[in-house]
């Protein structure tokens, strides 16, 4: 299949990150913390390059939203649909889930900018370094899965969530019981005392985090986290420089029963915890009345590395702030067939031997 790489021919509209020394471009060193010039090897903090100071007003928050739709730009791989946003310097690019060119759209349109982000704390040698260390270790993956040139693909991909808070108030009902038997003589007596129980109170439920990402990639994102929300800081697009990120698809209203849903066993786990005496408990009901909620669109951090092969494509994921990793591994039919024609060169002589015996 024939692929066309289309670079961005319309004037664009950057949002320069140059070293304020000698006006070479700054790139995001996560090892440090800090945009770094390699040229003169000044480093500066993102705050210092976006010069903040203070709370924006909503006047400069808008001016912000409409500066990162104008400078991030839209790619889309024709042979998997993946959409991945990228900011100008990118014209082309690599998928990072097929390994196929990707083609240019367009500037992004229509999607808020993120309020809080989660940088990435590893960088790009680190997380090739973990990989092939998780690789080397599996005896029966492909070479190709273990080589250097394999783990040179390996990606910084920022995903999109919702994190929820919200203050609520709980209640749940339960039917509960109380035996007690004793004997007087020859007689055994048994006591069955029956109950209406309810617990309730206000429940405070922070940092919720779902998912606003559509593509299929839920048992990956869900192997990889958490994310400690001690992580989450203001949002700030010099993060993004030297990274990719994946467009937001899911709007809160979409994921919301989701988030009650969960709110619901977190209150179901608190307040049963508080009923306790009892011989047997029979729940009624479960109420969650949310007063108010907060939510918070973020970005968050993810070194992504897939195998593609013509049945499967298999996932490397790895938490680009905790380092947890989540791994799909190929098996080689041929390292395989080698281990099972060794073992049988070692049993095959004993076979013969023991056989003999009884001959």
């Not at 349109?109 to 690789?135: H, L, T, V």
């Not at 005896?139 to 080589?147: A, M, N, R, T, Y």
């Not at 029963?257 to 009624?284: C, F, H, P, Q, W």
């Amino acid at each position: 299949m024939d692929y066309t790489i289309t670079e961005n021919t319309e004037a664009a509209s950057t949002k320069a990150y140059n070293c304020p020394n000698c006006g070479a471009e700054l790139k995001f060193n996560p090892n440090k913390n800090k945009l770094c010039c390699e040229f003169c090897e000044s480093e500066f903090s993102a705050e210092e390059i976006e010069n903040k100071h203070g709370e924006d007003t909503g006047y400069e928050k808008q001016k912000k939203s409409e500066e990162y739709c104008n400078i991030m730009n839209e790619f889309c791989c024709p042979n998997c649909g993946a959409e991945i946003l990228s900011d100008d310097d990118t014209a082309a690019d690599i998928c990072v889930y097929c390994q196929s060119p990707v083609v240019h759209k367009g500037k992004l349109s229509g999607q808020m900018m993120p309020d809080k982000i989660i940088p990435f704390r590893y960088g790009k040698k680190e997380a090739e370094s973990r990989f092939r260390k998780f690789a080397s270790a599996k005896w029966f993956v492909p070479s190709s899965f273990k080589s250097k040139k394999h783990a040179d693909l390996i990606r910084g991909v920022y995903y999109p969530f919702w994190v929820t808070d919200a203050d609520t108030y709980s209640e749940l009902s339960a039917n509960c019981t109380r035996i007690r038997v004793w004997r007087s003589g020859n007689t055994e007596f048994t006591e069955t005392s029956r109950y209406n129980v309810v617990r309730g109170g206000s429940i405070h439920f922070e940092d919720i985090v779902t998912s606003a990402y559509s593509k299929s990639d839920k048992e990956m994102l869900e192997g990889v986290l958490p994310y400690p929300s001690s992580s989450l800081i203001p949002f700030s697009m010099a993060y993004l420089s030297g990274f990719k990120a994946n467009k937001r698809d899911i709007e809160r209203d979409a994921v919301s029963d989701e988030v009650k849903s969960r709110m619901k066993d977190y209150a179901d786990t608190l307040l049963s915890a508080t009923i306790s005496g009892y011989t047997g408990v029979t729940k009624r009901s479960l109420g969650v009345n949310v007063h108010s909620a907060h939510w918070e669109y973020s970005l968050m951090p993810i070194w992504i590395l897939n195998y593609v092969t013509p049945k499967k494509t298999y996932k490397y994921a790895m938490n680009g702030d905790t380092g947890k990793i989540y791994g799909e591994l190929p098996v080689s039919p041929k390292k395989v067939l080698i281990a099972c024609a060794a073992v049988f060169a070692v049993v095959a002589p004993i076979v013969g031997i023991i056989g003999g015996m009884f001959l």
